[in-house]
């Protein structure tokens, strides 16, 4: 049995990977604002603290001692320091869930230009240790953070890396798809077009993209907690698929066809479907894989996951 520490754990795929470690037998202690209602009862401990503090997460972890910690809400800088500081002599281990847009050429605005990267980014063509952050960006700003996710996560990776003193890894995770909690939406956006007959937007011929199912990355964030395998690691499913392999499926459990436009230049449409995309944009899996771990394929899970959208569209 693991003492792990999640930070977070109260969203979307966040409560899969505490409800796997309580079924794995681990102990866990979650960490949070206090604000959101989580299920677990009486199978986890509680503590709270905002992760951008590390005074109140030093308080909440007290003399405890973790085996591993995964962070859920590591989005900036700030938040990245106060977990390198807090858990010095508490942690064996710390991950944190980062995300494909660490390698997306666009989001290179405020600290330094894209290296660029290939049209399957691998883990080393970003480095933590080398990128760097800046303090002095305007993070507390929710505009400012939310138009800058992709930064923000490069920045949270480098904070942690140039100032942690213990085993880290960063599981960047592609587009994480789930017919159960998906407060993005984007599931929802596609089903309820196709059910409705609406019209949709995407960009011409448009590009494969990588996805990961939202029980496939908490199974690989455990997976990751709990074993030796450090540094920056991709997360999703080896076969990237295109915005008509994601909409088939949803089509054929509808019984209806997607009405999609496709346009020269799509940017900024309010219609632009999610998953589509101007290019071929996703990432290498061979370092999971090489390391012991297999992603599922998303062509196995994409038609399950699309009978249960829409059925519970349909309710």
């Excluded at 449409?269 to 012991?292: E, I, K, N, Q, T």
Aim: glycine share 10%; proline share 5%.
């Amino acid at each position: 049995m693991a003492e792990v520490c999640v930070i977070g754990g109260t969203r979307f795929f966040g409560k899969l990977v505490v409800s796997r470690l309580i079924e794995e037998g681990h102990r866990v202690t979650l960490i949070t604002r206090g604000r959101t209602p989580d299920p677990f009862g009486d199978a986890v401990l509680r503590r709270t603290a905002d992760a951008d503090s590390a005074g109140e997460l030093g308080r909440a972890i007290g003399t405890a001692s973790f085996d591993a910690v995964v962070h859920q809400v590591c989005y900036r800088p700030v938040t990245a320091l106060a977990a390198a500081k807090a858990f010095t002599g508490h942690a064996g281990k710390l991950v944190v869930t980062s995300t494909m847009e660490v390698y997306n050429s666009d989001t290179f605005r405020h600290h330094r230009a894209s290296p660029g990267f290939s049209t399957w980014a691998k883990e080393g063509e970003l480095d933590p240790l080398a990128y760097g952050y800046d303090l002095g960006l305007p993070w507390d700003d929710p505009e400012f953070a939310g138009a800058n996710y992709g930064e923000g996560k490069r920045q949270a990776e480098s904070a942690l890396a140039q100032s942690a003193g213990f085993p880290l890894a960063f599981a960047r995770a592609a587009h994480v798809l789930s017919d159960r909690d998906e407060f993005t939406g984007r599931v929802e956006f596609l089903v309820e077009r196709v059910l409705a007959g609406g019209r949709m937007t995407s960009f011409r011929d448009p590009g494969r993209t990588s996805l990961v199912h939202a029980d496939d990355l908490a199974r690989f964030l455990v997976w990751l907690a709990l074993n030796d395998v450090t540094g920056p690691v991709n997360a999703c499913s080896p076969d990237p698929v295109t915005l008509y392999e994601v909409l088939a499926p949803i089509e054929g459990a509808a019984g209806l066809a997607a009405v999609v436009e496709e346009l020269d230049a799509a940017w900024g449409d309010p219609d632009l479907a999610p998953f589509s995309c101007p290019a071929d944009y996703g990432m290498s899996v061979d370092l999971a894989a090489a390391r012991g771990f297999a992603f599922t394929p998303a062509r196995e899970w994409l038609r399950d996951m699309a009978v249960r959208a829409v059925a519970e569209a349909r309710r």
